[in-house]
């Protein structure tokens, strides 16, 4: 039984803990609400243990850690500390330097306390009886120095006790000879080595690598995998033909390592998307712009022209080419919603928008193999970024879609479903392949485990799903029957409420009236397109840049309206806002940005931060006319 002092502030979790310890262990338990008590109980009354809270009213733990290590009366002391989450490294750090046994991260599990506690102690109490049988063997070795058989048995006392150290260790410790025989090991090392269950392929190649490390006298590495888990092995050559082999788990710092270039990759990509859709609207804006007006102008030729064949095939070819800039528009839309690789705790999106636009970008691989059947009637949003929910469904998708045996379109079906479903929206991606079979399905989910031929597939997207469905509180669940194919059950908590962030404006029933606007973008053709396109609604004033629209505003500002590139050269969108809003507040509160999509950190922080009224490019020219006209009415 150990005497044991708890030092937090006052509170209900200090009370649950100490009531923990004593129901839970023999130990003799004191208490002291601050530094200074704690302090006074250890200089009066011999302690073996001090857990102490890092966080301390007066004195903190840091400080009566130090005293404690310093005064030799209490140098002995084991320290461990309760720390916050938070600042969990840094507080580790210096607790260690300060001379503490262990760290508690809370919450704390009792159950885990009283272990912890209880390995420290032991520790303790198996580090001072090393000490203890170190100075009788240093006496022994003096008084009895022709005591030769008393010495060996001393010495096979020692053995023992370093046996039980290594048994302390959880990465395996062996000493192997040149035939790869155990001649010292601990319980982790004789596991590896003698279980039967460890595959002889994993057992071969540590013995071979300790014999390499004899053969060639150096320090040899080799990386092994064992049941799913990731091993990293070293052999160090020893005394008498031997090697001493070292093997630890290194599968969460892989996995960590994975998750890490994965995000990289994906920012990269997501990155490139938005380059390329920014490129790709303003072009997209006037050419759609352009179209508008050479419609309006041929309708004007309609009675000059009427029954020429020519008008009626120039007619047409506009109609064909407006609808494929519309489907560029929508691949842009879809490339900008990719782009948002962030996942903010705050971001909400539409989950069939989310489907719709994983089905677009997978349109070329699903078209040629599978009829795609929808029936998405989900209508809550969800708490997760579009970018998240599109790389979970690409992947789901995907993989029904390469389940499906080529050259049997008619026959091959993939179903997608979406339903509300009480506080959670459920997403189903069903095919009728071959479906999973039953030994491989317990490991679908396992990082680097695949089925698909070597340099097809690299196991982690359905890894990488399940983390990103987990982290936002739902679930990723799957279904098969070999032979009639396999379902993917996607599981989101709904957000009731909210809305998702991308939503077309609904138009009122409002009269518009003529309005007075001003259209600033760095590019030329654009300015003449917004001309073309509103002139007809609205007076348009046109300016190529942030500085021209400043030099503007110091003699006219009688604008209804401003219309603003977000992305600009010299000085952006949001720095011309911000100086508009220094000077000229009122006319701040009528601006509305038309953007390529916001991809640059300093452009989506404004955005995020700033309440103004938005629309992406290519925009179409009603929902701009409806936004002008809200924008103007609330102005």
């Known amino acids: 039984m150990a005497r044991i002092l708890f030092v937090a502030g006052e509170g209900p979790a200090r009370s649950e803990t100490a009531l923990a310890l004593r129901r839970l262990t023999s130990h003799e338990i004191s208490e002291a609400a601050n530094g200074a008590a704690a302090l006074e109980a250890v200089g009066r009354k011999p302690f073996d243990l001090v857990l102490l809270d890092v966080v301390l009213t007066g004195i903190d733990g840091f400080e009566v850690c130090r005293r404690i290590r310093n005064e030799p009366r209490t140098a002995d002391v084991l320290v461990v500390f309760v720390t916050a989450a938070h600042g969990h490294v840094e507080n580790r750090l210096r607790g260690l330097d300060l001379g503490a046994a262990d760290f508690i991260v809370e919450p704390i599990d009792q159950l885990e306390l009283v272990a912890r506690i209880g390995s420290v102690l032991r520790s303790k109490s198996l580090a001072d009886e090393v000490r203890r049988h170190n100075i009788e063997l240093g006496e022994k070795v003096v008084e009895r120095t022709r005591q030769l058989e008393e010495l060996a048995s001393e010495l096979r006392i020692e053995r023992d006790a370093l046996r039980e150290t290594f048994d302390l260790f959880e990465e395996a410790l062996l000493l192997l000879d040149g035939a790869g025989r155990i001649q010292m090991g601990n319980a982790a090392g004789r596991k590896l080595l003698d279980d039967p269950a460890v595959d002889e392929s994993v057992q071969g190649a540590l013995r071979e690598l300790a014999g390499q490390a004899i053969g060639t006298g150096a320090v040899c590495d080799r990386s092994v995998s064992h049941s799913g888990r990731q091993l990293q092995a070293r052999a160090y050559p020893a005394a008498g033909r031997r090697a001493l082999l070292y093997v630890r788990d290194i599968t969460e710092q892989r996995d960590e390592e994975v998750r890490r270039l994965q995000s990289e990759k994906l920012a990269s990509i997501g990155m490139l998307a938005a380059g390329v859709a920014h490129e790709i609207n303003n072009p997209a804006s006037f050419v759609l712009a352009n179209m508008d007006a050479l419609g309006t102008l041929l309708g004007a030729l309609r009675e000059r022209l009427d029954g020429d064949p020519r008008l009626f095939e120039a007619m047409t070819i506009l109609q064909e080419s407006k609808e494929g800039m519309a489907r560029i528009y929508r691949i842009v839309r879809d490339l900008h919603s990719f782009s948002r690789v962030d996942d903010e705790p705050t971001a909400t999106s539409d989950i069939n928008a989310a489907i719709e636009s994983a089905l677009t970008m997978l349109r070329n691989e699903l078209r040629y193999r599978t009829v795609v059947e929808r029936e998405l009637h989900a209508e809550q949003p969800v708490r997760v970024s579009a970018a998240r929910l599109g790389q979970v469904f690409l992947n789901l998708i995907i993989n029904a879609a390469h389940a499906l045996p080529e050259g049997n379109l008619k026959g091959n079906r993939l179903k997608v479903r979406s339903r509300d479903d009480g506080p959670f929206v459920v997403v189903e991606i069903e095919d009728n392949g071959p479906g999973i079979p ?31 469905i987990r982290s936002v509180g739902g679930e990723l669940e799957a279904e098969s029957q070999p032979g009639k194919g396999a379902l993917f059950r996607v599981k989101v908590p709904a957000l009731e409420g909210a809305r998702p962030d991308e939503v077309t404006p609904t138009p009122l029933p409002m009269v518009r009236r003529r309005r007075r606007l001003l259209a600033v973008d760095d590019e030329a053709l654009l300015l003449k397109a917004y001309r073309r396109m509103l002139s007809e609604h609205h007076d348009v004033e046109t300016r190529v840049g942030a500085r ?88």
Do not use: N
Request: a negative charge.
């Open 438 to 468: 039953i030994e491989v399905m317990p490991r679908i989910f396992e990082s680097f485990f695949t089925t698909k031929p070597a340099g097809v597939g690299t196991g982690l997207g359905l890894a990488i799903s399940r983390e990103i």
């Open 548 to 635: 021209e629209a400043l030099a503007l505003f110091e003699s006219d500002r009688h604008f209804d309206v401003v219309l603003c590139d977000l992305q600009m050269p010299e000085v952006s969108g949001a720095e011309l806002y911000a100086s508009v809003k220094t000077q000229w507040p009122e006319l701040a509160e009528r601006f509305v940005f038309i953007t390529g999509g916001a991809f640059s950190p300093e452009a989506r922080r404004f955005l995020d931060e700033t309440a103004v009224a938005r629309i992406h490019k290519p925009v179409h020219v009603a929902e701009l006319l409806e936004l002008i006209e809200r924008r103007a009415a609330r102005a």
